[in-house]
């Protein structure tokens, strides 16, 4: 397979964009276009992710361009930081592989009333207590099960199911995008094998890039969005990463097998096989879209499960309950997900299905999916950064939805590979690096937090400046980790 | 002989064998390292035989790691020897193992699925050469 850098061109079209000519390929049908400072356009170069970004621009019915976001990395067939959109009334297609294995694997952010000098003495034990209380890491279920009715149930409709438990509340769902069900769920169309790998992990972590941080709102830079939001400096927040576990690993990967054959019943001609697609009217089509929109209505069940967990983690260190310390839900962001949305091309407004593979939506203020009280704001934007520096909270800009689809950066980026990862930490402790930055750090495994140590990412502030400048989303505040959980 | 190669955000896999069912019983011995890093603590005292049919052989070694996977996270199987005969487009392999124990065979890394992006396998002049990449 191809190795090394891209060397095909790449062409300023401003400062925090540059294009990769629709001619580069014969078959591309639209440019490309990353969004990426000087700087970090010579960091995509090292790898071919501006290669997958051209693959990209071979689908049939994509609209505008194949885009990247300024965390862009090499990928399966889609790359990494990758947002195209399909028109299916020009035989737009729908892609597994612009989804992703993990189906709407998305963060989710919490906020509370403490600040941190008062969490700080009890950091440790907040740690311990989530550790103990969170399943993480490979081959640990949870401790809500579900019966086969109940799986099928939960999947057509997203958290609101958890109502009758008890676990959910109007607000949660109110500040979870979509409120947390796709209408078009198909749950039949999801298979035993999905449904056996998924009944005992709604409500664990996994583990890879999956974490979960305490954090503390370091700065603030738009107090108006920052007031809305409930995030004042010094305030602990809880930022949880996780999506669909193993259902949503076997839906894509059933649907990648249901697809082998179809490019070439419908005469599409495909440059990686990952990029496997069939026309959004399809049999084919439609049949992974109700499975996909189910495991990502499984996916935000997934994220509410943990963030019960979190919630009665931090009520028994504290000796309060969750709604005493005011643990209210910020939002929840998909970022691997295809959905149907309205936007204008040329001057026509059209329903497009805007793939997201490691990209968030960012849908600017007025927008009638932004929920009600963000909406003079924008729609919050949860990035993710690493564990050791920051991540951030960015809200929807008015330009988003012309310039990238509405769509922002989804993290950091990675930088290095696992394995080079792993080799820069030999000999290394990781958590006790972090201890000396104040992070207390809790994981299952030495090669995770080897895996995932700052240094194998990029700066994120330099990927959010990109995003703030390029008017894609805008700062509205920074938050530092103080405590991670990893599998 | 397998090893991992890099790959940006998730792990490559490389096998070298003499023959083909040799190249697929090291590859899923490469997959059982990543689930299991100490996979020489794996006792064999739980057997499975797998049975599979692809006209395309990429496809068969993909379908083939992907049934182990699938063994790993239902049934929390891990297996560390691989027996496997093909036939035509048909495999049948028996494979042994036991129980995952994070304390004994090491916490490994989650694999979501094997991807098709790179998926090949090629003859060479001393063997067959599988490379793919695996979805953390």
């Not at chain 1, 402790?429 to 207390?440: H, P, T």
């Not at chain 2, 100490?38 to 068969?60: A, F, G, M, P, W």
């Not at chain 2, 070694?61 to 297996?79: C, G, H, M």
Request: glycine share 10%.
């Amino acid at each position: 397979m191809p190795q090394g850098g891209f060397s095909g061109p790449l062409e300023r079209e401003d400062d925090y964009c540059w294009r990769i000519p629709r001619g580069y390929k014969r078959g591309m049908r639209v440019d490309g276009r990353i969004f990426a400072s000087e700087g970090l356009i010579e960091c995509i170069r090292n790898d071919q992710s501006p290669e997958q970004v051209a693959n990209v621009a071979f689908l049939p019915g994509i609209q505008g361009a194949s885009l990247a976001m300024p965390d862009i990395h090499w990928g399966y067939g889609f790359c990494i930081g990758g947002v195209c959109a399909t028109d299916p009334e020009q035989g737009g297609v729908i892609s597994p592989g612009g989804v992703g294995y993990d189906i709407n694997c998305g963060v989710r952010l919490v906020r509370s009333n403490l600040f941190f000098s008062e969490v700080k003495p009890h950091l440790s034990a907040l740690v311990d207590e989530l550790f103990r209380q969170v399943p993480a890491g490979v081959g640990r279920g949870g401790k809500y099960r579900f019966h086969r009715r109940e799986l099928r149930r939960l999947m057509g409709e997203g958290p609101q199911f958890l109502r009758e438990r008890g676990l959910v509340t109007e607000a949660d769902l109110d500040h979870t995008e979509a409120r947390g069900c796709l209408s078009a769920a198909e749950p039949d169309n999801v298979s035993e094998r999905a449904l056996e790998r998924g009944a005992d992990q709604c409500g664990t972590l996994g583990s890879g890039n999956h974490f979960l941080e305490v954090q503390v709102v370091d700065a603030v830079f738009d107090e108006e969005a920052a007031c809305a939001m409930g995030l004042e400096p010094e305030m602990v927040c809880v930022m949880i990463h996780s999506g669909s576990r193993g259902l949503g690993y076997q839906v894509c990967d059933d649907a990648l097998r249901l697809l082998r054959r179809v490019p070439e019943k419908y005469g599409i001609e495909l440059p990686d096989r990952q990029l496997v697609c069939a026309p959004v009217e399809s049999p084919e089509g439609r049949h992974y879209l109700g499975a996909m929109a189910a495991a990502a209505n499984y996916a935000w069940c997934n994220r509410q499960l943990l963030m019960v967990q979190v919630r009665e983690a931090f009520a028994a260190i504290f000796g309060r309950s969750w709604q005493e310390l005011q643990m209210t839900l910020v939002y929840d962001v998909a970022h691997n997900i295809a959905k149907p949305e309205q936007h204008t091309v040329g001057d026509r407004q059209r329903r497009l299905w805007i793939h997201r593979k490691g990209a968030t939506r960012a849908f600017p203020p007025h927008h009638p999916d932004v929920p009600a009280r963000y909406r003079h704001v924008g729609q919050p934007v949860l990035i993710p950064g690493d564990m050791g520096r920051a991540s951030w909270v960015l809200k929807g800009a008015p330009e988003s939805m012309e310039r990238s689809f509405g769509s922002a950066c989804h993290g950091a980026g990675r930088l290095l590979s696992r394995t080079a990862a792993a080799r820069l930490a030999e000999g290394r402790r990781i958590d006790q690096e972090l201890a000396s930055r104040g992070v207390v750090a809790r994981a299952r495994s030495w090669r995770g937090l080897a895996e995932e140590q700052p240094a194998a990412y990029k700066d994120v502030d330099l990927v959010v400046e990109v995003v703030h400048q390029a008017n894609l989303a805008r700062k509205v505040a920074r938050l530092r980790p103080v405590g991670v959980v990893k599998g | 002989m397998f090893e991992i190669f890099e790959h940006t955000a998730d792990q490559g896999l490389r096998v070298r064998a003499p023959s083909v069912p040799e190249l697929f019983q090291d590859a899923a011995r490469g997959l059982s390292s990543l689930l299991a890093p100490n996979l020489d603590q794996v006792r064999l005292l739980q057997e499975r035989t797998i049975s599979l049919d692809s006209n395309d052989r990429e496809y068969l070694l993909l379908d083939w790691l992907q049934e182990l996977l699938y063994a790993f996270e239902t049934e929390r199987l891990v297996f560390a020897d691989f027996q496997v005969v093909l036939l035509d487009s048909s495999l049948r392999a028996t494979c042994r193992g036991e129980q995952f124990d994070a304390e004994r065979h090491g916490a490994g890394t989650e694999v979501k699925a094997i991807t098709y992006h790179g998926l090949t396998i090629r003859r060479q002049c001393d063997g067959w050469l599988a490379e793919l990449i695996v979805d953390i």
